[in-house]
Nanobody, 115 residues
């Protein structure tokens, strides 16, 4: 079974950039679509970006043109490059399968964007 560990979060000012990393365990990683999700205080957890096994990607409208998802199957890793960050991007970010497995949520990584 795949397990996920997120890292790379932090506090930045609006307009700044961060690169999140997701380390996945398990030999079947390369055969799975993976998503980055986020949950802001008081809100539901939403899909931010997804990447399929053929490297096709999809993004939430709110992050299109600013965020880029990528994967490195040799490292069992998925990344989220976040540019031009906005205060509304403040949330805990998680990675998981796409669609998500409710038993596979990790601790997430906090991203805080100040205006």
């Amino acid at each position: 079974q795949v397990q996920f560990v997120e890292s790379g979060g932090g506090s930045v000012q609006a307009g700044g950039s961060l690169r999140l990393s997701c380390a996945a365990s398990g030999s079947t990683f390369r055969f799975r679509a993976i998503g980055w999700y986020r949950q802001a205080p008081g809100k539901l957890r939403d899909l931010v970006a997804g990447i399929n096994v053929d490297d096709t990607t999809n993004y939430a409208d709110s992050v299109k043109g600013r965020f880029t998802i990528s994967r490195d199957n040799a490292k069992n890793a998925v990344y989220l490059q976040m540019n031009n960050l906005k205060p509304e991007d403040t949330a805990v970010y998680y990675c998981n399968k796409l669609p998500p497995d409710p038993l596979r949520w990790g601790q997430g990584t906090q991203v805080t964007v100040s205006s």
